[in-house]
């Protein structure tokens, strides 16, 4: 069982905000900077310096993702901006500082200022919540933006990773028609396993025809402007994909295409469960460090 420890909780959202909370009722002293404008979670302390924040901390937990953008720490509820460089430089003296995928760019200014970084998301059972937390919002999403019932609706969900088969297999348990795609052969063996019908992310073009809605988990820019004039007038795209995203909005905009772009989903509808996943995985990490 970990001892008390002294946690530094520096900018994010509400899942950093509530992550606060519940490792101040574990026993743990905490310390917040750099989200002032947010409700101050109780026996916590607001620090008004970087300094103050890192000043005896075990562990500096930073927000996922870390930068809004880039070079920039994510900071949604801070008074201002901050720079990564200027707050690595101060979390020097920190043994531990945790934060969510990480770029390599952001890697290489850690190493740089000697900041002992380590990506809490790349923890499984993180991802595995995480994606768990998202299908369940992207399900209610569409719920509010499509106008008929998702039950009897066609759905192509693009990509096949963690958050891309729980969306098929809950849209499908729903009654929707779904049809994944994605690149890999195991991926195919898998939809038709599932029940799922398939389509190869490449072969797109002349396809999409016929869905009432796109859900778009890949990584890269697949719905480009020729596979968007496609469409049919009324189909719903929402993509889930971290920036750079998968869509070419600037061209669905211009065709007149309803894409949604969601991003970081669990923050905003789960931040208690999602913050709750951050914890244990920040203490998982103390743990295997400290055994």
């Known amino acids: 069982m970990m001892g008390r420890r002294r946690f530094a909780v520096i900018g994010g959202d509400m899942r950093l905000v509530r992550l606060a909370g519940m490792l101040a009722e574990l026993g743990h002293e905490v310390i917040l900077y750099a989200c002032e404008k947010a409700p101050q979670p109780n026996n916590t302390t607001m620090a008004k310096t970087l300094r103050e924040a ?20 994510n900071a949604p509820f801070s008074q201002k901006e901050f720079t990564l460089e200027e707050i690595f430089a101060g979390l020097e003296v920190v043994p531990l500082v945790c934060a969510g995928r990480v770029g390599a760019a952001d890697w290489e200014l850690a190493a740089r200022l000697n900041v002992r970084l380590i990506d809490y998301y790349e923890r499984e059972e993180l991802l595995v919540t995480n994606a768990e937390l998202t299908a369940e919002a992207a399900v209610m999403l569409l719920l509010q933006e499509t106008p008929g019932a998702l039950c009897g609706e066609r759905v192509l969900v693009i990509g096949f990773g963690r958050i891309g088969k729980l969306i098929s297999l809950r849209l499908r348990a729903m009654g929707a028609r779904v049809t994944s795609s994605a690149r890999k052969p195991e991926d195919f063996a898998w939809m038709r396993a599932l029940g799922l019908e398939v389509l190869d992310t490449r072969q797109l073009k002349g396809r999409l025809g016929g869905f009432g809605v796109i859900v778009n988990t890949a990584p890269a820019q697949i719905l480009t402007e020729e596979l968007l004039a496609s469409l049919d007038p009324e189909c719903l795209v929402l993509d889930l994909a971290s920036k750079p995203g998968g869509v070419d909005f600037a061209a669905a ?3 007149g295409v309803r894409a949604i772009w969601a991003l970081s989903l669990p923050g905003e509808t789960a931040p208690e469960a999602a913050g709750a996943a951050i914890r244990d995985a920040v203490l998982g990490i103390m743990e295997k460090r400290e055994a």
């Open 54 to 73: 890192a000043a005896g901390a075990d562990c500096a937990v930073l927000p996922l993702p870390l930068s809004a953008k880039e070079g920039v720490l």
């Open 253 to 255: 905009a211009m065709l």
